[in-house]
């Protein structure tokens, strides 16, 4: 002891000495006690426990090799037709097996079992030309595979392809059901569907198609997403996918069930110019002058029979006259626009100017009162479509416009001398008495054609180019004459006085039209501009050349009178008036485009000519 407390003297005492006395024994033994129950009542509660874990122990529970996480594991083809081996029969809580009485109250974890390997396989590009189309299930995927694929084959996007919903067909399945060959069908395919989808609530799914876009349109980056009509999809897809959509601010087109047979078109377009496809507005600029009731009502009527599948329907200003006839106001107070079932009430884009004043306009007064009815709120998406109230369109006439606008406007490949596009193939130059001469057509040859001739009969109008146009007015008006100078009259006075400026800016600037060579084919024809109810446009006076008095054109002779003549207003052009396409006509075969059947993949799909690449004529008609 005293090597182990050398300098302890308490330390060194005997055990002995520290023994308890009598009177403190009772108090220890009292604590033993209490804590000998405290043991006694833990162990009684551990047993408790234990009890009832064991007898609520689940009893349903998949063999381990079930239970893996299969994300963190090399996907194993399934040859049964799930696509890659997963979660086989109901989910737990559910004994029976999936069928089509299978009860849709799962709301377990979600696991993406299929998706992460596509999206690992997305490699980066220098140009995102990324599309994206979405379905929900099995018919949604067949009405877009063959647009899909179509797109694919014309090689200017990269097309992606994402399934989500609750089919759990493979993916490989759906593509044979649709007749698709990975040579003839360059998409790539992304698998979005969570596992036990077919158990599953509709707030699970509407969850999973949330992530699953978020994690799709995280990695692909679509330009564009395309989705079927919503008509024909899931109520939870369209929730989440309208809200990821919101939140990410991803455009998106909605595509009719016809869309891959009267939409064929759309597959030639680039990401660049489809991801605009909702955002451009055209606005039709109608001027009616006195007396012309009858061909005013047949080109609304024109208006009305046309295709507008998948885009917004234009706007409809009307210029009416301080006189209006009785049949037309009439017409105009019963014509509904948008027609149901594409608009109510409360949109109505239909605009109407009356005039106050009938005095006649000079050139200038004209030329001013026909561009300050519309100006383009947005020059660089906002469009005026100038017609003639004697035109009258195809019901094709809006889908060839939005084509041709969306590729030489907004695509990749777009053109900065585009000034407008022009429904109308005239057969006088702007002087009314020269033949215009369209470059010829043929295989080798391109279906449209560049021209310095402005056109007032059916075309459209760039906004920010009428924009300019109105800049040049104003400031021609503001000029006082003696410092304006002189040009000679290049516009007949068949045609309104604005296109003199048109002219002169086009002229200006290196500005073209593009024009439809195809037209001259018979039944070809986007416009027909009928001349039986033809006027002379307001702003304009007759050349005294022009005049050709018989006799019935002479007035009386009264004793003491000067002999005089009147000027009767030009003639209206007299050519044979072509005929309208026909609405069975396919678009792009009259284009020169042939239209493959829809189940067809194995060609590649032709596209439009590069701008440079089109014959051009000057204002004179010159090549």
């Known amino acids: 002891m005293n090597l182990l407390f050398p300098n302890d003297e308490e330390l060194r005492k005997k055990n002995d000495d520290h023994r308890p006395n009598g009177a403190t024994r009772p108090q220890n033994m009292f604590n033993w006690r209490r804590a000998r129950r405290g043991r006694v009542f833990v162990g009684i509660v551990s047993l408790a426990i234990l009890y009832v874990f064991f007898k609520n122990i689940p009893t349903d529970v998949p063999p381990v090799s079930q239970r893996k996480d299969l994300r963190f594991e090399r996907p194993i083809i399934d040859f049964h037709g799930t696509g890659t081996k997963g979660p086989h029969g109901p989910p737990p809580g559910h004994s029976r097996a999936k069928d089509e009485t299978s009860e849709q109250t799962y709301e377990g974890t979600i696991k993406f079992q299929r998706l992460a390997d596509s999206l690992d396989a997305i490699h980066a590009v220098k140009q995102n030309s990324n599309v994206l189309f979405i379905a929900s ?111 990410y601010q991803l455009p998106y087109l909605e595509l009719p069930s016809s869309a891959s047979e009267s939409m064929q078109w759309l597959a030639r377009l680039d990401a660049a110019a489809l991801k605009l496809w909702k955002t451009i507005q055209i606005d039709l600029l109608i001027q009616a002058p006195r007396e012309s009731s009858g061909s005013l009502i047949r080109l609304l009527k024109s208006i009305e029979d046309a295709d507008y599948t998948g885009s917004a329907l234009p706007r409809i200003i009307i210029d009416l006259p301080e006189d209006i006839d009785a049949p037309i106001l009439n017409f105009v107070e019963s014509f509904r626009w948008p027609p149901k079932p594409h608009g109510s009430d409360i949109d109505d884009k239909l605009i109407l100017h009356h005039r106050l004043n009938g005095d006649r306009l000079d050139h200038d007064q004209a030329a001013q009162r026909s561009l300050e009815l519309l100006y383009p709120k947005t020059p660089h998406l906002s469009h005026v479509l100038v017609l003639s109230p004697q035109a009258e369109l195809s019901p094709s006439y809006f889908q060839y416009l939005k084509y041709t606008l969306l590729e030489y406007k907004y695509s990749s490949l777009f053109s900065t001398r585009l000034m407008g596009i022009s429904l109308d193939l005239p057969n006088k130059l702007l002087d009314g008495v020269t033949d215009l001469n369209p470059p010829k057509l043929g ?158 993949f194995s060609s590649t799909p032709s596209t439009l000519p590069p701008f440079n690449h089109l014959p051009a004529l000057d204002a004179l008609g010159r090549v």
């Open 443 to 600: 295989k080798d040859h391109p279906p449209f054609f560049l021209s310095q001739q402005p056109n007032s009969n059916a075309a459209l109008y760039i906004g920010a180019f009428w924009r300019e146009l109105h800049s040049l007015i104003s400031h021609r008006l503001s000029t006082p004459p003696a410092k304006t100078k002189i040009h000679d009259k290049q516009v007949s006075d068949h045609y309104p006085s604005w296109l003199e400026y048109c002219l002169e800016l086009m002229r200006a600037r290196g500005l073209f039209l593009l024009y439809p060579g195809f037209a001259v084919k018979p039944e070809s024809a986007m416009a027909v501009i009928h001349h039986e109810l033809y006027q002379l446009p307001e702003g304009t006076a007759p050349n005294i050349k022009d005049a050709d008095p018989t006799a019935e054109d002479l007035p009386e002779k009264k004793a003491g009178d000067d002999l005089t003549a009147s000027i009767p207003p030009p003639s209206p052009f007299t050519s044979p008036e072509p005929s309208l396409l026909s609405p069975s006509t396919p678009l792009l075969d009259l284009i020169g485009l042939s239209s493959s059947p829809s189940s067809s």
């Open 137 to 247: 299930n099995l018919k949604s995927a067949s009405s877009l595979i063959p647009l899909a694929c179509q797109m694919a084959s014309s090689q200017r996007n990269k097309v992606h392809f994402a399934l989500v919903g609750r089919n759990d067909l493979a993916i490989e399945k759906i593509k044979e059901l649709n007749g698709v060959e990975d040579k003839h069908c360059e998409v790539s395919w992304h698998d979005g569907r969570p596992d036990y989808a077919v158990y599953s609530t509709d707030w699970r799914m509407e969850v999973s198609i949330k992530a699953a876009i978020t994690y799709t349109c995280t990695d692909v980056m679509p330009q564009i997403v395309l989705v079927d009509d919503f008509r024909r999809e899931d109520d939870f897809f369209i929730r989440g996918l309208m809200a990821q959509l919101k939140r």
